[in-house]
């Protein structure tokens, strides 16, 4: 049996993510949606950052077919999933940990969730300044005022999207709900600021510093 090289899978047309790309560039916006959705179901629990990925990809897909309601949605899903990646990474790069807060404010910003947004940052902010407290904290306050932001959460506009679409929409939400309350435990914020001290001790793994 032929084993296919990394640049085969990544352009092969059954790949959701290529042939979601390749529909988007097309105009396409419903058909790339859905594959974005799928790819994003696909994911979950084995690849967070592709699965949040692929939900901000749909969102923008459905923000240009005029669906905000619906990109906000995923939007805020995309957060949550980043979130869930921050907690994971914790333990191996702090760093990594960082750029997916990072991402959840910026999409929590893009739902029009202003108060997770602004809680996020401040989780980020608490996190950099025991880790390094001389850097300069690179993320922002939440602007309700922002181009995309402003667009998104407007008038929070329905508009009715293919059946299938929808439904493969709810299922990924669900999907998602499902793996959450399986995995049962809640992240503790208080844990990581207790483990790392002001001498730059930690109880995490060392990597988790250095990286």
Not at 58 to 85: D, V
Not at 134 to 147: L, M
């Amino acid at each position: 049996m032929q084993v296919k090289t990394w640049l085969q899978r990544l352009t092969d047309e059954s790949n959701l993510w290529f042939s979601a790309v390749k529909a988007e560039d097309e105009g396409d916006f419903v058909t790339a949606a859905s594959n974005y959705v799928e790819d994003a179901s696909q994911c979950l629990g084995r690849n967070l950052v592709r699965a949040a990925l692929s939900c901000t990809c749909a969102a923008n897909c459905l923000a240009k077919l005029g669906a905000t309601a619906q990109a906000r949605t995923l939007h805020s899903l995309a957060a949550k999933i980043y979130i869930e990646n921050s907690d994971v990474a914790m333990s191996e790069s702090i760093r990594e940990a960082m750029w997916s807060m990072q991402e959840a404010a910026e999409n929590f910003t893009l739902a029009g969730d202003y108060k997770e947004a602004d809680a996020v940052r401040g989780r980020y902010f608490a996190l950099a300044s025991r880790t390094n407290p001389f850097a300069r904290p690179s993320i922002s306050k939440a602007e309700e005022g922002t181009p995309v932001a402003e667009l998104l959460v407007s008038n929070g506009k329905q508009v009715r999207l293919p059946q299938g679409l929808a439904e493969q929409i709810d299922r990924l939400i669900e999907s998602h709900r499902k793996l959450s309350v399986q995995s049962g435990d809640a992240f503790d914020p208080g844990y990581v600021m207790r483990s790392i001290d002001s001498s730059g001790g930690s109880k995490l793994n060392e990597k988790s510093i250095a990286s």
